[in-house]
């Protein structure tokens, strides 16, 4: 197991609400449990340049921010985390297991905030050394469970509204779609069934 899992990147994904961070310590658990060296990420953020521009993108004080900032914000945070993280973590054979990536850029900017998918990937392209991971799990969630699950004050991006958030989960779902290496769960049912599923996914990795 330890083999199979060495250098894999895996991440879970979502829109807000979705459960991830749940997710993502069960997963995590149960990697080390097999005996695979795990380490966890978070996008954007986990470098301290990386948490300085997540402090303000999420930031309610910059309600003025547009999406074509958003997006190059998200990726010079992506760049960072990619060559500080990522990317030596995975040298050194490690499965790494990421909160949030490209994907994210994808539903929220290019789909909800209508920038365009296909113009994020061409920048993610030309900002990153590697676009994909080998796995990317959406959580897929209904957005009134969704919103019952944010019991806490709202960051600026969950400030936006039903309208914008049910485009965001159209839009991991329009990106998941017949895309190679993506695999949607749905993740309105309790945890220890979504992490059934997540298993179930990690494993079929596992085998490919």
């Known amino acids: 197991m330890a083999d199979t899992f060495s250098g894999k990147f895996i991440v879970l994904d979502g829109p807000d609400g979705c459960g991830k961070s749940t997710q993502a310590r069960l997963l995590t658990e149960w990697l080390n449990d097999q005996g695979v060296a795990t380490t966890s990420f978070r996008d954007p953020g986990t470098t301290v340049i990386g948490e300085k521009i997540r402090d303000i993108l999420l930031s309610p004080a910059h309600e003025a921010m547009t999406t074509p900032s958003e997006v190059l914000l998200y990726m010079a945070a992506r760049s960072q985390l990619w060559t500080e993280a990522i990317a030596p973590a995975l040298g050194q054979g490690q499965c790494v297991l990421l909160d949030r990536w490209l994907s994210s850029t994808c539903a929220y900017q290019g789909y909800a905030g209508r920038f365009g998918m296909d113009k994020v990937i061409g920048i993610a392209s030309d900002s990153l050394e590697r676009l994909w991971p080998d796995l990317t799990i959406i959580l897929d969630v209904d957005l009134e469970t969704a919103a019952g699950r944010l019991d806490r ?7 936006k509204g039903d309208s914008y ?3 965001v989960r159209e839009g991991f779902l329009e990106l998941a779609r017949g895309r190679e290496g993506f695999v949607v769960v749905d993740a309105a049912a309790r945890p220890e069934v979504v992490h059934e599923a997540v298993l179930g996914a990690v494993r079929q990795l596992g085998t490919s």
Request: glycine fraction near 10%; avoid cysteine.
């Open 153 to 159: 004050e709202l960051d600026r991006m969950e400030q």
């Open 165 to 167: 958030h049910g485009r």
